[in-house]
């Protein structure tokens, strides 16, 4: 269940262990991987959508692919029960159950956020937010109120984790761009702003990346604010916990992420809102059940008491070792524990900077934006060619800067938004 990191990974795997010999069948709401890092780009116009859409046909390698959205699982009698993109209802009975439904945006209980507030996991959600800050600039170059002009030319972030921070330096140089084109704008101020409740820029990471995003983004005018968030957002703008009002029109919610809802339905053991599993991915009493991912709650053997943390790095591994284990519960191979050391972060900073620690090495500036690209086009299982094309076409031509309309605000409501595995 799910096509992310994990779920694409561990069917994968089981087709190449069980050497064609095992069925392996895939339930996705859509029929490609989203390869989530590279989503800021397409809402700074680097890359075009497809580009980080690879279609799962050319992927699974002799897997089938069932179009659906999985709402139920009965454990006793063996059953997934999903209804596909028609709303039609359908079933189907397993041996083997691999769980990775992902994670969907987390929604804190901040008055107005979950109203004016957009999350940022999906192609919608990064195509809406690139026609909003055009359209927002559009607006504001037209506008006779100052005041109207101002709010509209601010745009708040929440969230300085990875997508929170790449998602600020990346749409700011394609705002300020955008704004270049626009007379009436030649000299407003186009004013970013990047909100954590956090001591520091990228928490958790190595201080060094966060630093090196930190010294960055305000160097290009980005107000990073910590240990401030939101307090209330309303039509007119968000007051902020330090008591302060800013006027704007755009507020982009990159708090993190919770499990899949679905997990709280299936009436297994969870820890912290994940499935309890233990080193070899598998849920306790239900030896044939596995799970894997944002979904699951791994013991990290590296840092014993802990679980592994909520990455793409550890789904994609835990996905490849969930795929052997199934196997190896067949006759294909030995079941092992999962154990992974990471090997290093990349934060993409946009324009020609980054940040990166591969294997404990600190980075930043252009020889971090090759590794970091270089990470990327390495962890992507496919559209390789295109999404070089696209970068070099961004590094030599301006970019485009138009509206789509063809995603609506209505159409990408915080509170629902879609997962990441699938």
């Known amino acids: 269940m799910g096509a992310g990191f994990a779920g694409l990974h561990a069917a994968r795997t089981a087709v190449r262990q069980t050497k064609g010999q095992a069925e392996v069948v895939v339930v996705n709401p859509t029929d490609y991987f989203l390869y989530l890092p590279l989503l800021p780009e397409v809402s700074a116009g680097i890359l075009e959508p497809r580009r980080i859409t690879v279609p799962l046909v050319n992927t699974l390698n002799g897997a089938r692919l069932v179009l ?14 999903f209804e596909n993109p028609e709303g039609e209802r359908g079933s189907i009975r397993y041996d083997r159950l691999v769980l990775a439904p992902g994670s969907v945006n987390k929604l804190l209980p901040v008055p107005g956020v979950a109203d004016h507030a957009h999350g940022f996991r ?40 990875y997508t929170g921070t790449e998602v600020a330096a990346a749409c700011q140089l394609f705002t300020e761009a955008a704004a270049r084109r626009l007379p009436n704008l030649r000299d ?3 004013r970013w702003l990047l909100l954590d409740l956090a001591p520091a820029v990228l928490p958790g990471l190595d201080p060094r990346l966060g630093t090196a995003a930190d010294r960055t983004l305000r160097g290009r005018g980005v107000e990073v604010r910590m240990k401030t968030s939101v307090a209330e957002a309303t039509p007119d703008g968000v007051k902020l916990t330090d008591g302060e009002f800013v006027p704007t029109r755009t507020l982009a919610w990159c708090v993190g992420v919770r499990p899949d809802p679905l997990i709280e339905s ?46 793409a790095q550890h789904a994609q591994r835990q996905g490849v070792q969930a795929g052997k284990n199934v196997a190896a519960s067949l ?26 620690n591969p294997l404990g090495i600190p980075l930043s500036g252009f020889p971090a934006k090759v590794v970091t690209r270089g990470y990327h086009l390495l962890a992507m299982p496919g559209n390789h060619p295109r999404v070089v094309a696209d970068w070099l076409l961004d590094a030599t031509f ?3 800067v138009s509206q789509l309309g063809l995603v609506r605000g209505s159409a990408v409501p915080l509170d629902t938004a879609t997962g990441s595995e699938h």
């Open 266 to 311: 299936l009436a297994l053991p969870t820890q912290g809102g994940r499935l309890t599993v233990d080193a070899f991915l598998s849920v306790p009493d239900h030896s044939d059940v596995y799970a894997c991912g944002d979904g699951a709650a791994v013991p990290d053997l590296t840092r014993p008491g802990e679980i592994t943390p909520m990455t």
């Open 68 to 81: 659906g959205d999985v709402d139920g699982v009965d454990t006793a009698e063996r059953r997934v029960y």
């Open 188 to 190: 407003q101020k186009i």
């Open 398 to 400: 301006r970019r485009q």
């Open 331 to 356: 006759g294909f191979g030995v079941a092992r524990q999962y154990k992974h050391h990471d090997l290093g972060f990349v934060v993409d900073l946009s324009g020609a900077k980054a940040a990166a």
């Open 122 to 161: 999906s192609i919608a959600e990064a195509l809406y937010l690139r026609d909003h800050c055009v359209r927002q600039l559009e607006l504001a170059s037209v506008t006779t109120d100052p005041y109207e002009r101002e709010a509209r030319c601010t745009f708040v972030v929440v969230g300085a984790g």
